[in-house]
């Protein structure tokens, strides 16, 4: 089949990327189509309109001259129900959406309905969804890519640099900045943009640097006796983030607030340790740092079941059986 993947942007490690790449091989031919872009005037209020509206008329025209079995279109905000019907009455095309936050906080309710089939983590959303009379829905998980995601040997620098006993890798937020304060006196080093902002000292003072990526972001993860992955309030309902998926497939060993669709996809206790309140997030840190043999033995058991059971080529065959089951093979 042909597919055309709309990303927001085309770099390695992005969402979307990883798609065409799983696509290509699998068989498919696929290009990609980034509708923001490293571009000064998507940022600018003055000029904003204007230029998505020139990318939905370049994103038609590759559309019309390609003339792809599927478009995929990863989150996609900017991309409009008229654009949609625009190419679809030219075109033997089915339009997917694969949404990888919350919906209904983070996209227009007539851009979800637009699409021939929309996918979504947040089973909170479909049934609100669903309660509606949407009928283009479906449920799938997030995932790793076992390429970019997997456990490594630190050599003798990382370990001095990037080790710790707990870690956490993510944005600064108040929410976060709220829970981490409550963790202090813990062996917790945080990496990401914006901790060095922080109002609490004692949060300041477990700052272990900036943003990680490739293979310093799987240094920290493999060094760590323990993760944290703690979830968006609002971006993550029930549903279970990415960073869950990517953990384990690092072989970390993860504390995780519990969401009601993580038991299904890691069972808490033996592939994850997830916790309900901060007495509990407490108690697991006690133990688990005291027991670091049990820690790695949940790495390993979360690692089996992300490459048995969650990789993106599951997810990819997923899309294509569902396709294949509403549409008929394309």
Not at 7 to 12: A, G, I, N, S, T
Not at 241 to 270: H, I, M, W, Y
Not at 292 to 315: F, S, V
Request: charge should be positive.
């Amino acid at each position: 089949m042909r597919w055309l993947i709309v990303l927001p942007f085309e770099r390695p490690e992005h969402m979307g990327v990883d798609f065409r790449d799983a696509l290509v091989g699998l068989g498919h031919e696929a290009r990609t189509f980034a509708y923001r872009r490293d571009n000064a005037l998507y940022k600018n209020r003055g000029t904003k309109a204007a230029y998505q509206l020139w990318i939905l008329r370049s994103l038609e025209r590759e559309c019309l001259a390609w003339r792809p079995s599927l478009v995929l279109v990863v989150k996609g905000g900017p991309i409009t129900p008229g654009l949609i019907r625009r190419v679809k009455a030219r075109v033997d095309t089915l339009f997917l959406n694969f949404f990888p936050d919350n919906p209904l906080w983070m996209i227009p309710f007539e851009c979800v309905e637009a699409y021939d089939l929309f996918f979504t983590k947040e089973r909170y959303a479909l049934r609100a969804l669903q309660a509606v009379g949407l009928t283009n829905l479906h449920y799938l998980p997030l995932y790793c890519v076992p390429e970019m995601h997997h456990p490594v040997t630190l050599t003798v620098e990382e370990e001095r640099t990037l080790a710790s006993p707990a870690a956490f890798v993510g944005s600064h937020y108040p929410y976060r900045e709220r829970l981490v304060r409550e963790l202090a006196g813990y062996p917790l080093r945080l990496w990401g943009a914006g901790w060095q902002r922080a109002a609490s000292p004692a949060v300041r003072s477990m700052v272990a640097g900036g943003p990680v990526w490739g293979r310093a972001k799987l240094a920290v993860y493999s060094g760590a006796t323990l993760s944290l992955n703690h979830h968006h309030p609002m971006n993550d309902i029930v549903g279970v983030n990415s960073r869950a998926f990517e953990l384990a497939a690092s072989g970390a060993c993860q504390v995780v607030d519990l969401k009601d669709e993580l038991p299904p996809l890691f069972t808490p206790g033996k592939e994850v340790l997830a916790y309900r309140d901060l007495a509990e997030l407490r108690r697991l840190l006690d133990y688990h740092l005291a027991h670091p043999d049990e820690a790695r033995e949940i790495g390993q058991a979360a690692l089996k079941r992300a490459l048995g059971e969650h990789t993106l080529r599951h997810r990819v065959e997923e899309i294509i059986d569902v396709v294949e089951q509403r549409f008929g093979k394309r």
